[in-house]
């Protein structure tokens, strides 16, 4: 069971009780064993004692942040909408070390590699102060990153899903990109019990973010079992995760339109669709991707795995299963055809696969 999903109730599968038409009654009497002043953290790995909050704590903290998510967003489609083209030019036409140096200026605490939570996990004994923010930004914002984002094409990708989509579609991904802190327990959300806090589906600021009793939603409780709704405290530090994602991205768009004063000045949408006049290489961007993770024309899993956590959550249907098994396929057969024709790929291969071998481990 992921680690994500609600505090205790993980334990309902295991006890035999995460059946999706388990009563509300049920999922109460057994939740009721367990003092809510005490709540422990249920993983693969064992529990811990977790932190609680109150719904004073999140009704007054929500709105604030919802306020500047939104707000933050709709600055942000404006933005493009009417400088997107221009923004995606002149970003182009700057070195790596040009990119690097508006992204330090914007964020100067901003990791240097790729994937920094990993580099924490690594490095859990952090000295002071300034270290452990470091790392906790890290941990909350894996994809910000010199590595990645100054290259040409991850920002401009990130730019063109984040305005166009409503922060509700990034919910799940935003929640799966903290997985390494939240494993890890380097991050460890408040917990809540008897609130749901709905973000997936909802599409209007009035009800982005809204909290539902479960007393008066018996559907509730099951569903932040299901992971369709979150508990408060994980839902809040969803939102917080947003809003920064967000105000860096608005950051970043006046950095680089730094000699045009309406960019800065720019607080409400405009007319009409918020990026009616998105430029054509970011609107196509599928026909656009670099010529280098392109295989026989048809997508590599390498394409995929670096563009994803840049562009709007994917739904997953036929197609999209078909092209992923695609790329899988051309990707083995080209493995194959080096195996054949590279001798040294060939020993490499073997030695690889002779060290992970039982009988190759030290004792």
């Not at 392109?294 to 795995?305: F, G, K, Q, R, W």
């Not at 055809?337 to 040294?344: F, K, M, Q």
């Not at 060939?346 to 030695?351: D, G, L, P, R």
Request: proline share 6%; hydrophobic share 40%; aromatic share 8%.
């Amino acid at each position: 069971m992921p680690i994500l999903r609600h505090p205790n109730l993980v334990k309902l599968t295991a006890d035999g009780l995460g059946s999706p038409t388990m009563k509300y009654d049920e999922i109460m009497s057994y939740l009721a064993k367990y003092p809510a002043s005490k709540i422990n953290f249920a993983n693969e790995e064992g529990s811990f004692q977790i932190d609680t909050t109150t719904i004073e704590e999140v009704t007054s903290s929500t709105p604030s942040v919802c306020d500047a998510l939104l707000e933050a967003w709709i600055q942000l489609g404006t933005i493009m909408g009417q400088y997107g083209s221009t923004l995606n030019k002149r970003w182009l036409n700057k070195t790596f070390d040009q990119r690097k140096e508006i992204l330090i200026k914007v964020y100067p605490e901003i990791p240097q590699v790729h994937r920094p939570d990993f580099v924490v996990l690594r490095n859990e004994d952090l000295p002071d102060r300034k270290t452990k923010i470091a790392a906790d930004l890290a941990l909350r914002f894996p994809h910000i990153n010199l590595e990645d984002l100054s290259q040409a094409r991850p920002l401009l990708w990130m730019l063109d899903s984040r305005c166009r989509g409503f922060p509700s579609s990034f919910v799940n991904a935003d929640r799966d990109s903290i997985r390494v802190g939240l494993k890890s327990k380097l991050i460890v959300p408040k917990y809540m019990r008897g609130y749901a806090m709905y973000l997936n589906g909802e599409w209007s600021r009035e009800t982005y973010g809204r909290l539902v009793s479960w007393e008066e939603d018996r559907q509730a409780v099951l569903k932040c079992y299901q992971g369709i709704a979150l508990d408060p405290g994980m839902g809040l530090l969803v939102l917080e995760i947003q809003r920064d994602v967000l105000q860096f991205l608005v950051r970043v768009s006046m950095a680089i339109l730094h000699d045009i004063p309406a960019a800065s000045t720019i607080t409400s949408p405009i007319s009409g669709s918020l990026c009616m006049t998105m430029p054509e290489i970011l609107a196509r961007g599928d026909e656009k991707r670099n010529p280098k993770y392109m295989t026989n024309e048809h997508e590599s899993l390498t394409a995929h795995i670096l563009e994803a956590p840049y562009r709007t959550p994917e739904v997953f249907g036929f197609t999209k299963l078909k092209s992923l098994a695609e790329a899988k396929y051309y990707e083995t057969q080209d493995h194959f055809l080096l195996l054949h024709e590279d001798p040294g790929f060939f020993a490499e291969m073997i030695h690889e696969g002779c060290g992970q071998t039982v009988e190759a481990v030290l004792n």
